[in-house]
Structures are given as C-alpha cells and as structure tokens.
C-alpha cells in the first residue's frame, strides 16, 4: 500500500509556473505508475500526465503536452509535474494518483492509490 501527499500549489497569474510536487510512503514506491489528474470546478476528473515505475514512458493529455513535464525521483519517493505557462483553464485540484499496471494510464478507474490533491488557481 501507498500513502500520497501533494504539495506546491497555489495562486498564480497567466504565464507563470509551478511545480506539484506527489511524495508517497512506503518502501515499494518505485514499484508504482504515477498519474495526475485534475478537477475544475463543475467539471469531471481528467488526465494530465503520467508516468511508469522507472520513468522509462512519460504520457500527456494534448492540452498540456508542450507546457508540463512530469518526472520522479524514486530515491526521494517524490513524482513531480512541472507546469510552465499556465492558463486560466488550468485551474483546478491537482491529483496524484499510484497504481501497479502501466497500461491505460489515462484511466482514471484503474488507480488503486489517490492523494487528497492541491489547489492551483489560475489568474488572468
């Protein structure tokens, strides 16, 4: 089992950036596929990126492609997403989201483990 916490959001205007940061408990983090998710308000859940147990595969949703980045650092149990040149329309709760299969990581159904998330919010 996996325990996961997020960090880093916060209030920004357009065009600046942040770094999320996910950091798990648990000895068998590097055994994990590591998603974001986010939620807007009235909106459901959608994918962001995603990224396998050792980084070898990366994925992202098309609106986001050129601007996040995520990463991880497996000795520091901590995934991150960089997100640069942020819009409005990335406000939003931030998940972080751990399972053990790497297939279909957009899915939201098939992960196991869910942070509580964190809030960025978008000025413009």
């Known amino acids: 089992q996996v325990k996961l916490v997020e960090s880093g959001g916060g209030l920004v205007q357009a065009g600046d950036s942040l770094r999320l940061s996910c950091a798990a408990s648990g000895r068998t983090f590097s055994s994990y596929n590591i998603g974001w998710f986010r939620q807007a308000p009235g909106k459901e859940r959608e994918f962001v990126a995603a990224i396998t147990w050792s980084g070898f595969a990366t994925y992202y949703a098309g609106n986001v492609k050129s601007r996040f980045t995520i990463s991880r650092d497996n000795a520091k149990n901590t995934v991150y997403l960089q997100t640069n040149s942020l819009k409005p329309e990335d406000t939003a709760v931030y998940y972080c989201?751990?399972?053990?299969?790497?297939?279909?990581?957009?899915?939201?159904?098939?992960?196991?483990?869910w942070g509580q998330g964190t809030q960025v919010t978008v000025s413009s």
């Open positions: 989201a751990a399972k053990v299969d790497w297939s279909s990581m957009s899915l939201e159904r098939l992960y196991d483990y």
